[in-house]
């Protein structure tokens, strides 16, 4: 399986950019998905999830009422959409997988590749 993510790029605060992450993998509408950050020399955190079946969703508090998850199982897609980004919103960004029936959001054991979010103020 692969998770292909793209999107990414440089842009000025306040300003959107909306990530894709696409799967190779046949069963892609059993998992829940997420996408994560890891700024330099922080931690990778977890950004936001979405449930296998598309109607369940966390987000962390920082990113609350600006990004949004969605996905589409037919195109097995997984897209995060962000809005009004700040520069501490910069880092690279992952999509990920959580493994099956390990729980809300789940415990995520496979990430794909990043692209890079600059926000410069």
């Known amino acids: 399986v692969q998770l292909q993510a793209s999107g990414g790029g440089l842009v000025q605060a306040g300003g959107s950019l909306r990530l894709s992450c696409a799967s190779s993998?046949?069963?892609?509408?059993?998992?829940?998905m997420g996408w994560f950050r890891q700024a330099p020399a922080k931690e990778r955190e977890l950004v936001a999830a979405?449930?296998?079946?598309?109607?369940?969703?966390y987000y962390r508090v920082s990113v609350k009422g600006r990004f949004t998850i969605s996905r589409d199982n037919a195109e097995k897609t997984v897209t995060l959409q962000m809005n009004s980004l700040k520069p501490d919103d910069t880092a690279v960004y992952y999509c990920?997988?959580?493994?099956?029936?390990?729980?809300?959001?789940?415990?995520?054991?496979?990430w794909g590749q990043g692209t890079q979010v600059t926000v410069s103020s």
């Open positions: 990920a997988r959580a493994k099956i029936n390990s729980g809300w959001p789940g415990d995520f054991d496979y």
């Open positions: 993998g046949r069963t892609f509408g059993t998992y829940n």
């Open positions: 979405i449930n296998w079946g598309g109607d369940l969703t």
